[in-house]
C-alpha cells in the first residue's frame, strides 16, 4: 500500500493523463465520484495540513505584500488573459462567455498539492488559494460582468460555508493533528482546540446546507484524528509523524487524480464534441498563466520558491468553479462550461509534469526569499 502511494506522488502527471483517458472512455465507471466531489478536495487539504510546517506558515503571514501582490496577480492576470484571446480568435459568444468564466475564478485548489510535491513554498500556496477563494463569491461575478457583460449571481454565505467545509476545517485539522504529534498533550492547548471546533462546528451546523454524514467528517477531520493522536504513547510520535508525512501527499494527489477523471467523465459528451481549436486555446492560457505568473514573480523579486508557486497558482484556475457556474446560471447554452471542463483536467496535467521536472532537477531552493518583499 505504501509502495502504491509513492508511486502516486512520482508519477502524478502520467497517472492524471491515464485516469483522464479511462474517465473518457468509461464515464460511467467514474461517475460515481461525484457523491463525494468535495470530500475529495476535504482529505487533500487535510493531508496538506499534516505536512505543512507552522513555521514555514507564519513566516509567509509575515509578508502580507507579497499574499497581496499574488492574490492582485490572480484576479488580474487570468482575466485579462482569458479577454484578450477570446477577442482575438473572434470565438462564438457563449465559448467567450465560457473562457471569461475559467480566468474569473480563483486558484484551483489542486495547485496547493502540485506546489508541494514541487518543492514549492506550500504555505504561500495555501495563502493564495485561501485568500482568492474566499475574495471568488465577490470578485468572480464582478469580473464576469465587467469582461462579458454577463450578470450573475451567488449566494455568498452559501460559498462561504463550502469553502469552509472543504478548506477551512479539513486544513485545520491536518495542522492540528501535526501539531499534537510534534509536541505532544497539553492541556492547555486542547481545551481551547475543543472550544474553538465546537464553536466552529455548531455553527457549521446551524447555518451550512450539508448531509449529517458531512458534518460527521467535518467533526473527524477538525477534532476526532486530531485528538487521538494526542492519546497515543510519547515515544511514538515521531514514527507516527514520519508515517503521516509520507502518506499524506500521496493521498492528496491520489485525490486530485480521482477528481480529474471525474471532471471528464462528467464533461465526456461535450468533451467529445470540442473541436481543436478551442483546445488550443484553452492550452494556450494556461501556458500563458504560468509563463505571465512566473515573470511577474520575477518583477516582485522574488526567489525561485516563490517563482514557481506564483507560475502555478496563476495558470492553474479552479475551472471546477467555472463549470459549476456556467451550469447553474446558463443552462439552455452547455458550450458556455466546456472551456472550464477543458482547462480543469488540462492544467493538472500539465502542472503534474512541471512538478515532476522540478522535484527530478532539484531546482528549488530553500532559501528565504532574498527580494524587498
Not at 457563449?94 to 504555505?123: C, E, R, T, W
Not at 516563490?306 to 484556475?317: K, R, V
Not at 471542463?341 to 515532476?356: E, K, Q, R
Request: proline share 5%; glycine share 6%; hydrophobic share 60%.
Amino acid at each position: 500500500m505504501i509502495a502504491f502511494l509513492r508511486f502516486t506522488a512520482s508519477y502524478m502527471a502520467l497517472l492524471t493523463f491515464i485516469a483522464a483517458m479511462a474517465g473518457f472512455i468509461f464515464p460511467d465507471t467514474f461517475l460515481v465520484f461525484g457523491y463525494i466531489f468535495k470530500e475529495l478536495f476535504a482529505a487533500t487539504m487535510f493531508s496538506l495540513g499534516v505536512v505543512l510546517n507552522r513555521s514555514d506558515l507564519l513566516s509567509t503571514l509575515k509578508h502580507p505584500l507579497r499574499i497581496a501582490l499574488g492574490v492582485f496577480t490572480q484576479f488580474v492576470v487570468m482575466p485579462l488573459l482569458a479577454f484578450s484571446i477570446v477577442t482575438l480568435a473572434g470565438l462564438p459568444p457563449a465559448l467567450a462567455l465560457g473562457f471569461i468564466i475559467v480566468g474569473s475564478a480563483p486558484g484551483a485548489m489542486a495547485s496547493n498539492v502540485i506546489v508541494y510535491l514541487a518543492k514549492g513554498a506550500l504555505a504561500y500556496s495555501i495563502a493564495l488559494t485561501t485568500v482568492a477563494t474566499f475574495l471568488a463569491p465577490f470578485l468572480t461575478p464582478w469580473l464576469i460582468t465587467l469582461f462579458a457583460n454577463q450578470s450573475i449571481d451567488l449566494d455568498p454565505l452559501k460559498l462561504m460555508w463550502t469553502i469552509f467545509y472543504i478548506l477551512v476545517i479539513p486544513l485545520a485539522g491536518g495542522m492540528l493533528l501535526r501539531l499534537y504529534l510534534d509536541r505532544g498533550f497539553a492541556l492547555q492547548r486542547f481545551v481551547p482546540h475543543i472550544i474553538g471546533a465546537a464553536i466552529m462546528l455548531g455553527l457549521f451546523h446551524l447555518y451550512g446546507s450539508f448531509q449529517v454524514w458531512q458534518q460527521i467528517l467535518a467533526f473527524v477531520f477538525l477534532v476526532g484524528l486530531p485528538v487521538f493522536t494526542s492519546l497515543r504513547r510519547p515515544e511514538l510520535s515521531t514514527p507516527i509523524l514520519n508515517w503521516a508525512k509520507e502518506i499524506a501527499p500521496a493521498i492528496a494527489a491520489l485525490s486530485i487524480i480521482i477528481i480529474c477523471a471525474y471532471a471528464v467523465a462528467k464533461n465526456q459528451q461535450a468533451i467529445s464534441q470540442v473541436g481543436g481549436w478551442v483546445m488550443s486555446l484553452v492550452i494556450l492560457l494556461n501556458a500563458l498563466g504560468y509563463l505571465t505568473g512566473w515573470f511577474l514573480a520575477k518583477l516582485y523579486r522574488f526567489d525561485k520558491t516563490h517563482q514557481i508557486t506564483l507560475a502555478i497558482e496563476i495558470g492553474m484556475q479552479n475551472a471546477g468553479m467555472g463549470v459549476a457556474l456556467a451550469l447553474a446560471h446558463f443552462e439552455s447554452q452547455p458550450e458556455v462550461a466546456l472551456p472550464g471542463a477543458l482547462f480543469a483536467v488540462w492544467c493538472i496535467i500539465t502542472a503534474a509534469g512541471a512538478s515532476a521536472y522540478f522535484r527530478r532537477r532539484n531546482a528549488m531552493p530553500d532559501a528565504p526569499s532574498t527580494g524587498a518583499i
